[in-house]
């Protein structure tokens, strides 16, 4: 395999920053003592990233 197209990199790139986004997110709704509101809030942000 040689190296990918250039056009597919940033794509790589974008996927990479979403992951990562989308683990702080959830290690933020996994944390304790949080009220119904903030998991609510987050619940709703990793939706939006999802869609």
């Known amino acids: 395999m040689g190296r990918p197209r250039p056009a597919t990199e940033p794509r790589r790139q974008a996927a990479g920053w979403q992951r990562e986004l989308q ?29």
């Open 23 to 51: 683990g702080k997110e959830i290690r933020a709704a996994l944390r304790p003592g949080m009220t119904e509101a903030e998991i609510q809030a987050a619940a709703e942000r990793l939706l939006d990233l999802a869609a």
